[in-house]
């Protein structure tokens, strides 16, 4: 059956994220929504003179910590209601002590050394990213994350002859770009494009192909050799006489069989930038940075929301911090809880406005932290972080960004979604940590089970006040998902699931900017 335009788009965005489906729709010539305005962050002298309006905001994750800043900034009352005993929502780093107990009442215990940590949530900010103008702002340290390195591995598990082997991220990238040109070279030599190349335009393509692919010349068949040293060298050049040996290429159709070269898409994501940044210490210094720059005594801890109420002069919230509920009365709310939670919340709010919050689709993401007392990867593999990436469900292997030649450092064992999620979720913290041991071997073999001091695993679908990792929908175009950009007579939503960087903290901050303008506006004007 022929796919429509968007079934196509659809696939493109499910296999190559968000990134990749807004570079195909550019290339089809149907642009993304224009970019948002510029950011006018409220002041003091905005409001000159007028009575000091009180916002409680629920949820402290960084959708509602940024309203709460912005707001602050300005000379608002703000209040954060926050269920967990931290900030930072998703954004969220465990470290030795910390401990979790998940919706099915399974209890963890990190045990991570002084120093060690895994960033269950978010772990990587791009460049583009409002994020880290927040780091600059709030004065949080940042250093590089090695989102992509050559010497990582591609993984295959399967039935072709480059199935179940570990191959160098640059070997496979080399060949697989190698092919392609020599096989685009000779159809382009060969005429197949005439129609749509000039002479001059064909000389052109053949030459960037050239260099593109690392490929001979007419006289040889433009053939990819793999002699230029791009796939590595089985003998490293050297000293003297020691000009390095390189191995032969993979032979063509294994190369497409394999299937490698998929892995490659990655690479062009808006939000996959190969330059990343992380946060030095751990990704929740910016949390905290946001709570000193709000004020300690601005947050409840430990505040379940039992109750949300628009009234004629403002919003009325029943929390409970213990066993006796609690009313807070307040000109505005701002809801910044997960879509899917918040509508469970009992509240007044019109049934249109609960439809739209229960038409978010929560989806689940796993993570596994394995602390080993011996940095392997960098003394048996010669990886200094990266990724490695592959088809068993581990999908995503991290080396740490930190550490470097330090005795010791954490592992992200596994980062998957979906299904896979799911099935490491199904099993005990110790099931997940076995299975995931079992099949990180299959690529780095045994040393990968050994010198092991600590693990700790994330299951969001099953983490509470989360429920979830992020969430999608089944459209943002179709009026419902828009029924939550408004406010509903004194309440407001944020969070990154209000944006079209869903999952990314930039996300949750653009939301929260445009949530605080509008609110802004509209104090302005009374």
């Known amino acids: 059956m022929a796919q429509t335009r968007r079934q196509f788009l659809q696939q493109v965005g499910i296999a190559g994220g968000a990134g ?303 066993s006796q509920p609690r009313e807070l009365k307040a000109d505005y709310a701002i809801c910044a809880l997960p879509p899917h939670i918040a509508a469970t919340v009992p509240s007044n709010l019109p049934t249109d406005i609960i439809a739209a919050l229960q038409y978010a689709r929560p989806t689940n993401a796993g993570k596994l932290g394995i602390e080993y007392s011996r940095r392997w990867w960098e003394l048996d593999h010669r990886i200094y972080g990266g990724i490695t990436n592959s088809n068993l469900d581990l999908v995503n292997t991290w080396y740490p960004s930190t550490g470097f030649h330090g005795d010791r450092g954490t592992v992200i064992g596994y980062y998957n979604t979906g299904a896979n999620a799911t099935a490491y979720g199904a099993l005990s913290p110790a099931a997940r940590f076995e299975r995931a041991v079992a099949q990180g071997t299959k690529i780095h073999g045994d040393v990968y089970s050994k010198d092991i001091n600590a693990s700790f695993s994330v299951d969001w679908a099953n983490t509470e006040y989360s429920r979830g990792s992020w969430v999608g929908w089944p459209s943002q175009i179709d009026g419902i998902y828009a029924k939550l950009l408004d406010a509903t007579g004194n309440i407001y939503f944020a969070g990154d699931h209000l944006s079209h960087t869903i999952a990314w903290q930039h996300g949750a901050i653009v939301s929260a900017r445009a949530t605080v303008t509008s609110l802004h506006s509209r104090v302005m004007t009374r």
């Open 20 to 322: 990749v489906l807004y570079s195909t729709m550019g290339a089809l010539g149907l642009g993304a929504a224009a970019e948002t305005p510029a950011f006018a962050a409220p002041t003091r002298n905005d409001l000159n003179g007028r009575s000091k309006k009180h916002v409680v905001i629920l949820g402290a994750g960084i959708a509602g910590l940024t309203s709460a800043y912005e707001l602050g900034k300005a000379g608002y009352k703000v209040t954060l209601l926050e269920a967990r005993q931290r900030p930072g929502g998703r954004n969220w780093t465990v470290r030795g002590g910390t401990q979790e107990t998940d919706l099915k009442g399974t209890t963890q215990r990190a045990k991570f050394s002084p120093g060690q940590y895994m960033n269950a949530g978010p772990g990587r900010i791009p460049q583009h990213h409002l994020t880290l103008d927040y780091c600059r702002e709030l004065g949080v340290a940042i250093e590089p994350f090695v989102n992509q390195n050559a010497d990582a591995y591609l993984y295959r598990e399967g039935t072709t002859s480059l199935s179940n082997k570990a191959i160098r991220h640059r070997t496979a990238k080399a060949d697989v770009y190698g092919y392609v040109s020599e096989l685009l070279a000779k159809a382009t030599d060969q005429g197949a494009l005439d129609s749509n190349l000039t002479a001059a335009d064909k000389d052109a393509v053949i030459g960037f192909l050239r260099s593109f692919g690392a490929i001979g010349t007419k006289t040889n068949g433009f053939a990819y050799t793999g002699t230029d040293g791009r796939r590595g060298y089985e003998v490293e050049p050297g000293a003297g006489l020691e000009g390095g040996t390189t191995a032969s290429p993979y032979a063509l159709s294994d190369v497409f069989a394999s299937g490698v070269g998929n892995y490659f898409s990655f690479e062009f994501g808006w939000d996959q930038a190969m330059m990343m940044f992380q946060p030095v210490g751990g990704m929740d210094r910016i949390p905290y940075a946001f709570e000193k720059a709000i004020g300690r005594e601005k947050f409840v801890y430990g505040a379940k929301v039992l109750g949300l109420r628009n009234t004629s002069d403002g919003v009325e919230v029943v929390y409970s911090t213990g």
